[in-house]
């Protein structure tokens, strides 16, 4: 079902269309409860981040291996040249910020990983709005799903929560593993005021909203970016709904048409600089956050 389908029997006002492009696809999962003779329906799924995150996270492991597997001592080709540089660019980052080397074998390739993963997954933005949502629109309900169909994973909070949420794991173990849990849990409550009896349940309650600022802000950070350049590419397809239809220049949908192809191409080369830098953002955020584990206060 296209947007206008779904709006009713008339063209989807600009509105509508937005409203349309921002629900996710979903299923309902329910089963009867025996005790209560009831119907206890599960929070729906945003099956579109599932499915896209983890396929283009699959193809950034990928070729991450391929390079690695085809690594020659010799003159290196285009490919693993671009990788290697972006392997070095990373380890000198993590260098700056973790200077514990053991730790860096892991946290290294992670933050590669990272990089990566969310740079594919911001650079789903890139493709047109409608191409493969119109795709889905007659194969959704088939399945058993509703026809909608978002293709950019950090555009939805719950991804970027869940990246967040495991970069604040990692963090909690490295505390543990560099301090020990008793030095851990000493810094939990004579830091950052002092080892002091009184100050104890301060110290407790001003780490515990440090550890959910920093997992809030990582994540909420790059949600709203995405969120809002998605949310432009939205806007300028709308100046070109009637281009294909329009080729009179005397007419202003000529021009709106003519706008469309202007905006839409420099705000993609724009966006190009965007997705790369929230992806960098994103990485050195998680560097930064693993070597604040390996310190003391």
């Given at each position: 079902?296209?947007?206008?389908?779904?709006?009713?029997?008339?063209?989807?006002?600009?509105?509508?269309?937005?409203?349309?492009?921002?629900?996710?696809?979903?299923?309902?999962?329910?089963?009867?409860?025996?005790?209560?003779?009831?119907?206890?329906?599960?929070?729906?799924?945003?099956?579109?981040?599932?499915?896209?995150?983890?396929?283009?996270?699959?193809?950034?492991?990928?070729?991450?291996?391929?390079?690695?597997?085809?690594?020659?001592?010799?003159?290196?080709?285009?490919?693993?040249?671009?990788?290697?540089?972006?392997?070095?660019?990373?380890?000198?980052?993590?260098?700056?910020?973790?200077?514990?080397?053991?730790?860096?074998?892991?946290?290294?390739?992670?933050?590669?990983?990272?990089?990566?993963?969310?740079?594919?997954?911001?650079?789903?933005?890139?493709?047109?709005?409608?191409?493969?949502?119109?795709?889905?629109?007659?194969?959704?309900?088939?399945?058993?799903?509703?026809?909608?169909?978002?293709?950019?994973?950090?555009?939805?909070?719950?991804?970027?929560?869940?990246?967040?949420?495991?970069?604040?794991?990692?963090?909690?173990?490295?505390?543990?593993?560099?301090?020990?849990?008793?030095g851990w849990a000493h810094e939990l409550i004579a830091a950052p005021f002092g080892d002091k009896w009184f100050l104890y349940p301060v110290n407790f309650l001003m780490q515990m909203i440090e550890f959910a600022a920093k997992t809030?802000?990582?994540?909420?950070?790059?949600?709203?970016?995405?969120?809002?350049?998605?949310?432009?590419?939205?806007?300028?397809?709308?100046?070109?709904?009637?281009?294909?239809?329009?080729?009179?220049?005397?007419?202003?949908?000529?021009?709106?048409?003519?706008?469309?192809?202007?905006?839409?191409?420099?705000?993609?080369?724009?966006?190009?600089?965007?997705?790369?830098?929230?992806?960098?953002?994103?990485?050195?955020?998680?560097?930064?956050?693993?070597?604040?584990?390996?310190?003391?206060?």
């Amino acid at each position: 079902m296209s947007a206008a389908e779904n709006a009713g029997t008339h063209a989807p006002t600009s509105g509508e269309y937005i409203q349309h492009h921002l629900h996710h696809l979903q299923k309902n999962f329910s089963f009867e409860n025996v005790e209560q003779k009831g119907i206890i329906d599960f929070s729906l799924f945003n099956f579109d981040s599932l499915v896209y995150s983890i396929l283009l996270g699959a193809i950034g492991c990928f070729f991450l291996w391929r390079a690695a597997s085809k690594a020659t001592s010799g003159v290196p080709g285009r490919f693993q040249a671009a990788v290697e540089i972006l392997s070095e660019m990373v380890d000198n980052q993590a260098k700056g910020v973790i200077h514990n080397a053991t730790s860096r074998k892991l946290v290294s390739p992670l933050a590669l990983t990272v990089f990566v993963w969310i740079f594919l997954m911001n650079a789903m933005d890139m493709l047109p709005v409608d191409a493969i949502p119109t795709l889905w629109h007659s194969a959704g309900p088939a399945l058993g799903f509703n026809n909608y169909m978002r293709v950019v994973p950090t555009a939805d909070v719950s991804t970027t929560l869940g990246l967040s949420s495991s970069v604040l794991l990692v963090c909690l173990v490295y505390n543990i593993k560099i301090k020990g849990i008793g030095g851990w849990a000493h810094e939990l409550i004579a830091a950052p005021f002092g080892d002091k009896w009184f100050l104890y349940p301060v110290n407790f309650l001003m780490q515990m909203i440090e550890f959910a600022a920093k997992t809030m802000s990582h994540g909420m950070r790059l949600f709203g970016n995405m969120f809002a350049g998605e949310l432009v590419f939205m806007l300028i397809a709308l100046m070109g709904g009637t281009w294909a239809w329009q080729f009179n220049p005397l007419s202003g949908m000529f021009w709106l048409g003519f706008g469309h192809v202007v905006a839409g191409t420099v705000w993609s080369i724009f966006h190009i600089l965007v997705i790369t830098l929230q992806a960098f953002i994103f990485m050195m955020l998680t560097l930064i956050y693993v070597g604040q584990a390996h310190d003391s206060h």
